[in-house]
């Protein structure tokens, strides 16, 4: 049985850290609304399931129904030995995961801090206040905590989880890609001070199956749409 | 074995969720932080675990630890029946729980739209327009999918999962308490359109366990400092 992702078509977005997960692992998949009629099978199953999502992505095996993209990384973990066998390091695994998806909501509230229903150009301002604050405090707070734990004494392996890939390095992978296209300068500027992820990063990127991935019309680029956009003046001044 | 749960003393904030689904599954535990030396233990805590936490709450069971608020609820769900046996009814659980923490977020950033860092004092404004977004559309959106779910045709019970009670319906009960709080006006006005989640708040809020806890010392009352806050000039001017 084949995978059936539901997101929008036109954005990497969430949906981007399941797409990785399921090109990683090698597992069949159709990205629905990216087929024919994909965007009206996307609204209509927001409205039709027993277990409806309150927004994409969401991912469909057969009659079952998966949503938020840390609840679908972490059945998708479990199934593709993406993630630890034994509870404890699924939890720990799942854990790391949430504080990721936190990190990316504070993204999205760089270019919309006052509200997802208004336009960016009705909240510059706003938006300003809060990247400045954002690269300032939170990004280092964030990315000193997972530096940390990817820097543990006596630790074997150089992922996340120790020395086997999970979904948690796919996803760090992806926010690093997307805050180094959002922040360019100010990430270029920070990075230096966390090696061991920067490190990461690029061990995912050297994947096979993510580098093909990565090369194939099925990564949409980067865009304004999406969770991770570039607004120069949003970002330093000068790398 | 005693859970220790690791969280500010002073406030419900997120650890809240945790506590209601302890309270509720009758579970012995230490609020570590609110005995003696307890801000010292949660501060040290913060830095010493294996499995370390970006912030609390986290849990603790002999050498285990859990991070992330809805991951500690997966766990105890599972543990301590608060949540269904088979996995397909674990993640639409979780799934419901995920959607919650982030309708919890976008209350917390009603206050503060520009930065956790910053003081409320020095983003008034940005609240106020954050807040009337927040009233207007996005929290009758949140609402209308959880009545959705409650009102769907054929579905038997009054809970969120269906005849059984779980973490989510706890979480769920907090999260109206914590609006009624915050939006006393607004919520006045809204909470009449969505009777099957008015009816599930006092549906919780009768739980035997529930209702002695809420009554005891244990629980703290709401202030400036948490989650949900009440500042008039946020909320709207009339029932």
Known sequence: MEYQLYYWPSIQGRGEFVRLALEDAGVPYV????????????????????HPSFAPPFLKLGEMT?????????????????APRREEGRLWAHQLQLTIADLVNEVHDTHHPVGVSLYYEDQRKEAK??????IANRLPKFFGYFERILAQPGRRGSFLLGARVSYVDLSMFQLIEGLRYAFPHAMARIEADYPALHKLHGRVAGRGNIER????????????????????????ATP
């Open 31 to 50: 990205d629905v609304a990216r087929g024919e009629g994909g965007m009206q099978k996307l609204l209509a199953a927001l409205e039709d399931e027993v």
């Open 66 to 82: 998966i949503g938020q993209t840390a609840n679908i990384l972490l059945y998708l973990g479990s199934r593709h030995g993406l």
């Open 129 to 134: 206040r809060r990247s400045t604050e954002f």
């Open 213 to 236: 991935y990565l090369a194939s019309p099925r990564r949409i680029p980067f865009n304004q749409e999406g969770i991770f956009r570039h607004y120069p003046e949003l970002d330093e």
